[in-house]
DNA sequence: TGACAACAATGTTATAAAGCACAAATTTAG
DNA sequence: CTAAATTTGTGCTTTATAACATTGTTGTCA
């Protein structure tokens, strides 16, 4: 975890979404009061089970946030993009993280004190309540989610993984290829399966011409066909 | 749905729990404005896809939030007992509704209206924290649902229902007897299995001694084994 | 350049859990 | 109080998926 000053870098004022609620005040204090972060790809940023001293933005880069299950299996519970917060829910429900959060790319993140974003959130109520639609959308997420690993099989599943991935990263210039590159295994981790599987359902996709590969790019072909089978399971 | 006058009821003042950060004004405001509603034993209170109109308050009875997926088997998302909150999460999120609720029993309900819920939110930061803790607590609990759910086996599942059960609604005065009777489905629904499985694995718990049954009324007679099924899947 | 490591692909086998069919018991309704 | 409906309990079959083993591919670096 490199601390160093940066220069290109998107300053905490277009990063932070939620800049406008605050007050002058309230923003010079940030301003005062906020750290960056480097990380490695592959980087662990912080850890199930530890007790949370920052809320954090992604200023650049992609993260995972996932959590350990039974025997080493992981779950990806979110892919974050730029401008999102994390590591602030274990703050709130005054509790410890209950996530890992890794680099998947090197990235950049923004951080602020515990106590700083508390007290914000305690004294600005815009503020507050931006954060509280925050965690309602992400609790119907959260829901979606458990049904969707738990009843589709393992097409729909993974159909649904390459559904979210377009969604949340977009494609690129092509207007067919995913704007993010992932292991199978981590692919695998996102769709609750394993990674052997990951690999042959990937193929039988390409078969049925759904989708093409080409290592880890990944183009969606037939984006109506692909959300069939997400609904099928 | 049932509308009409009570009297042996506690009164809203004792059931929301969120009463003593309110000031005087929101407080004859709230009592000003809600209304009280029956439900007879599986009767729905709201419905998957419905607008969200009022935030509901659980005056007595008990309740289950549920979701329906694949082929409708559907998944039990929480519980509710007397004085806990339900119905906001869509009004904060401004989504329809992504869960049914339904009356495991008789219950009776509170409502308040979404525009007062909302204004309260809006304007008091004590009562937006209030929820913002609830938010991320229930967040947290439906990410390790998800894993659980997932990565369990049967057994491990079963087991993390029960427990799930006792923690929610306690046991009865025999120190044993948890006070909810579920039917095997709705047990199955909780546990992401088919209702044959949940019978099946209910019936093997009892052989080992880990719990007791007769009817629907369930004991737990080795708490310290069923932890430990519950931790290794 | 060759050796090694990480990743990808694919076939085989073992197993957990779902589906199905049906009987028995219990609850609900007419 | 009986008939119908629902819930519960079991055995058998099938299926989905994990686990394992093997082999191919690519990239890295000494």
Redesign the interface.
């Known amino acids: 975890m490199a601390k160093k000053p940066v220069s290109e870098l998107k300053p905490i004022e277009e990063i932070l979404s939620v800049w406008d609620v605050l007050t002058p005040d309230e923003r010079q204090f940030v301003r005062n009061n906020y750290t960056v972060h480097h990380y490695k790809k592959n980087e662990m940023i912080h850890c199930e089970g530890e007790l949370p001293t920052h809320m954090m933005i992604l200023a650049s880069g992609k993260v995972k946030v996932y959590?350990e299950?039974?025997?080493s299996?992981s779950?990806i519970?979110r892919m974050l993009k730029q401008g999102e917060h994390f590591g602030y829910?274990?703050i709130?429900?005054?509790?410890t993280y209950?996530?890992n959060v890794t680099a998947f790319e090197a990235s950049t993140v923004y951080m602020i004190k515990a106590d700083i974003f508390i007290s914000i959130?305690?004294?600005?109520?815009a503020f507050?309540?931006r954060?509280?639609?925050e965690?309602?959308?992400?609790?119907?997420d959260?829901?979606?989610?458990?049904?969707n690993?738990?009843?589709?099989h393992i097409r729909?599943r993974l159909a649904e993984a390459l559904l979210l991935l377009k969604k949340n990263y977009g494609l690129e210039e092509d207007g067919a290829t995913i704007c993010i590159y992932l292991s199978r295994e981590d692919l695998a981790n996102l769709s609750?399966m394993t990674t052997s599987n990951a690999i042959r359902t990937l193929s039988n996709f390409v078969n049925e011409h759904v989708i093409a590969m080409d290592g880890r790019k990944l183009k969606i072909i037939d984006e109506e066909r692909l959300r069939k089978i997400s609904k099928?399971?």
């Open positions: 959590k299950g039974v025997g299996r779950q519970i829910r274990a709130i429900a005054n509790e209950n996530t959130l305690r004294h600005n109520n507050c309540y954060f509280l639609e965690l309602a959308t992400d609790l119907a959260s829901d979606a989610r458990t049904v690993l738990t009843q589709k729909g609750n099928m399971g």
